[in-house]
């Protein structure tokens, strides 16, 4: 008996509305294109050009970084055609043509990019040096250092690795 009841008052309940059932979609799909809204009226991103330390056929414009004086080499017709770039180095020209001391936003953050990529390259070189380096020296040394060349051993730690000395002289790491 009770669940006639049941039974019976959902029967008399006035039915939803379509819209009512469709409203959390509704409110769904707004929120999305209210999120994509900025993206829509915004000029699409440009990615920044490649660029590479050494020249070549296709790295054929040669460039140095502002803070540490990187060399690097950059695709001519890619750099001149990226807008953003080129409008930073325009804005940095002074009215007699010379170039002002600072570059615009965008080429500063492409540079800092090149240097952090560099800093990086470094640092894992350096990682890779010692780590043969001290593989070296557990190889001279063998298993138990029985009739190891213990002058040799030294040597082999007393070895500069290039790109630990550059990251040195660069003051970000200490020796």
């Given at each position: ?9 959902a ?35 440009v ?44 804005a ?39 780590d ?44």
């Amino acid at each position: 008996m009770h669940r006639q009841r049941a039974g019976a008052n959902a029967a008399n309940a006035p039915p939803r509305s379509m819209w009512m059932q469709l409203l959390p979609l509704i409110v769904f799909f707004g929120l999305s294109l209210m999120s994509s809204l900025p993206n829509l009226f915004s000029a699409p991103h440009v990615p920044d050009p490649q660029f590479s330390f050494s020249p070549s056929n296709k790295y054929n414009a040669e460039r140095r970084t502002g803070e540490m004086g990187l060399k690097y080499h950059v695709n001519e017709r890619e750099f001149s055609n990226h807008a953003a770039i080129q409008a930073d180095i325009l804005a940095s020209k002074s009215v007699t043509g010379s170039k002002s001391s600072r570059p615009g936003a965008t080429l500063t953050r492409f540079e800092r990019g090149i240097e952090n990529y560099y800093k990086q390259d470094l640092y894992a070189r350096c990682q890779r040096g010692v780590d043969a380096r001290e593989r070296k020296k557990e190889a001279e040394i063998g298993m138990f250092g029985i009739g190891t060349d213990w002058e040799k051993v030294k040597k082999i730690g007393a070895e500069k690795v290039e790109a630990c000395e550059r990251l040195k002289e660069l003051g970000i790491i200490r020796g």
